[in-house]
């Protein structure tokens, strides 16, 4: 009878010690895969968010508040000035990966309807205009104050595009792709009366919508009508320089900076203060990591309890399957003296053990990556589905960051690193048996028989 058949019909014939290995080894390779996927998940996101989006800064200006003799408060705001020449210079001072400069005004167009507010009437009929690169990176998006429903968010390439709301929309019966003409107007106040303070019109832009968005927040303040929310109108930055009321390359709304390392968020920042281009006595710097640092300490405490855990399991495991192997080896010495005194040789003995365990270890191998596959699923959809780091590239610069944007799981460990793994495993499997086999390897065959007897 051959090796191989041998090994065959003692895995058939000795049913519990074979399901045995199997279970120990299955439950083995299913941990060691699973444990593996997460380390690989938690060291991914973790580049992921230290090279994308990391964190932002917001220049902005000071405010003052005054009050007179009579009690009453005055907010006085210093408008910012910055130009592409102090941008450029902003850029320098740390790896700094998108900048969204902001300016805000104002605009009329006969083919639009505000939606009325306070005081509403056909000379104080507006909407504000905020105009930037990238409407994706606005705080009312990132905050998902707003959402966009339809069409594509502002980019920096982009030229006279607008997003306008649900509401406006309907009520001028707009929608994606549909062009209108702005033109330029400043609200004031007069003796209660809200008016346009530019009579002559002589700035015109023809913008196309570019998108639709909703509120996700109700509006319930009492504001003019260019105050209320659904008026407002996201556009290109060339907009308002079409409409007179910004100069091309000069900015006095905020100036926003995104870094692509939120852990040099703090030197980056540092590096922008030393600048004496900007008057720093009316200007000042908010920073946002969007949560980095919490995350990144999650990640890193989940990354080192699993290369602990890692450790752990493969030292159990081996030990486990040394003892397991040897025992059951043990148990098989009568067998092994009667394979020596039929003339097999000991080579041939310790193939037939190391067939015999490989062959259910191949087995296992194949149930644990199914096995490994349905728990990294319920991992991933409980431990990494809130988490959606803040990558930022044209897709999501033009879809929204906060849409749904189909990425490759974490958890999906590379093909390479799973082959990797089984063949580690397989040679622990082997050499445990190899070495459960050498107290045979060193007996002769009368010492067999006898220990036998």
Known sequence: MNLKKRAMLYLLRKRGKTISIFILVLVVATFLISSFSILNASENLSRDIRTSLGAAFYLRANTAVSVDENGESTITENHINV?????????????????????????????????????????????????????????DFTDEVLTLTEGKHITVSDKKQI????????????????????????????????????????AFCTVTVSGIYKLNLEDTSITPTAGVAENQIYASSDVLNELAESKSGVYTGEVDFYITDPAKLSQTVAN???????????????????????????????????????VCVSIVSTAVLTLLLTMRIRSRLQEAGVLLAAGISKREIVGQFLLEVLSVTIAAFFVSYA????????????LFAGINPNLINEQTLQRGLNTTVKMVSYLNLPAIKVVVIYLCQLAV???STFVSSIMIMRLKPKEILSKMS
């Not at 205009?129 to 606005?138: G, K, N």
């Not at 929309?169 to 707009?174: D, G, P, T, Y």
């Not at 096995?371 to 409980?382: E, G, K, Q, R, V």
Request: glycine share 6%.
């Open 429 to 431: 499997v082997a050499a």
């Open 83 to 139: 130009s592409e020449n102090d941008i450029k210079s902003i850029m320098n001072c740390g790896e700094i990966k998108y900048y969204n400069p902001i300016n805000y005004g104002f605009a009329k167009s006969d083919e639009i309807s505000f939606i009325p507010g306070k005081g509403d009437s056909k000379e104080s009929n507006m909407g504000k205009v905020t105009a930037f690169s990238y409407s994706a990176l606005a705080t």
């Open 272 to 310: 922008v203060q030393q600048l004496q281009s900007i008057d720093w006595t009316t200007h000042f710097i908010r920073i946002n990591d969007f949560q980095y640092s919490k995350i990144s300490d999650q990640l890193s405490s989940l990354g080192n309890l699993m290369k602990i855990l890692l």
């Open 371 to 382: 096995a490994s596959c349905c728990l990294t699923h319920t991992i991933d959809s409980s």
């Open 163 to 202: 997003l306008i709301s649900e509401q406006l929309a309907q009520l001028n019966h707009l929608s994606v792709g549909d062009t209108v003409t702005l033109t330029h107007a400043k609200l004031v106040e007069k003796n209660g009366e809200y008016a346009d303070e530019i009579k002559e019109k002589t």
